[in-house]
C-alpha cells in the first residue's frame, strides 16, 4: 500500500538585503575639490564681487562715499571715452583677429602636411615669440618703429627716403597689431596643429582612395575636424583684443600724441582707477566691459559650433 507524501514547499527566495547607504556625510568629494574651490573663490569669485559692490556706490566732495545703485552704469553707458576706447579695440578684432589665426591655420597646415623642410626647426620658431614677455616684445618693437632711434629711422637715413611713422595717431594702431600678431600667431599655431595631429589616418587613406587632392583634404577632412579649435582660438582672440592693455600702456610713453590714457577700455579704467582716484567709477566700466566681453564671446562660440553652419 502507497502512502501519497504532501508536496514539499518550495523555498522562498530570500530577499535581496539593500543597497548600502551612501553616507551623507562623507566629505571625500570635497576634499579633492576643496583646494581648487577656495583659490577659484578667492581670486576670481571674490574680486568680482568686490568690484560689483564697488561699482554701486560714489565717492563726492561732500558726503563722502555714498550709495547710488545704478548711477556709475548710466554715467558709463553716457560715457563718449568708453564708447570711443570700445570701437577702437572692436576695429583692431574685427582686422587683427582674422589676420592672425589666418596665418597661424597656413602655418599649422604647412607644419602637417609633412612637406615641409626642417619642420622641427620651423615650429620652434614661429612659436618662440609666445615666450617673449609682452612688456620686452612690445619695448622691442616701438624702439624699431622709432623715426629717430629705431630701425624706420635707421631706413630713412640710409636710403634717404621718408618712410610713414608707426608712431603717428593714423598707424600706431596697426604697429599696435602687428606686435599682437607676431606675439600671438605661433600660440594659435599650437592649438591649430595639435588639432590636425589627432585626425584619424583612416580618413587620409579614404580621400586618397577616392583621389581628392591636397585643397580636397583640407576643406573636407582637415578643416571640418578642426573647427573645436577655431572656435576656441577665435573666443581667445576676442577676449584677448577687449583686454589690450601691455601694449599701449607701453607705448603711450613713446606717442603720448597718438595713445591716450583712455585709448583701450582696459587701459581707461587703469587710468581712472589709478591716475584719477574714481575707484568705484573705474569698476564699473570694468564689469561693463566685462559683459560685453561675455555676451560676444557667448555668441561666437554658439554660432562656431552649431552644427551645419
Known sequence: MTTLQPPVAAAEPRPAPPPPRRDRRSWTGWGFIGPFVAVF???FLAPIAYSVYLSLFRDQL???????????????????????????????????????????????LALDSGRLYGRNFFRISVFLPYAVPAVVATLMWSFMYGTRFGLVGDLNDAFGISLPDPLSPDLVLASIGNIVTWEFVGYNMLIFYSALRVIPNSLYEAAEIDGAGQLRVITAIKLPAIRGALVIATIFSIIGSFQLFNEPSVMQKLAPNAITTDYTPNFYTYSLSFSGQQHNYSATVAIVMGLITMVIAYVVQLRGMRKGV
Open 41 to 43: 573663490a578667492l581670486v
Open 62 to 108: 561732500i558726503g563722502g562715499t555714498t550709495f547710488v545703485g545704478f548711477d556709475n552704469y548710466q554715467q558709463a553707458l553716457r560715457d563718449d571715452r568708453f564708447w570711443a576706447a570700445l570701437g577702437r579695440v572692436s576695429l583692431f578684432l574685427c582686422v587683427q583677429v582674422p589676420i592672425m589665426l589666418g596665418i597661424a591655420l597656413l602655418v599649422a
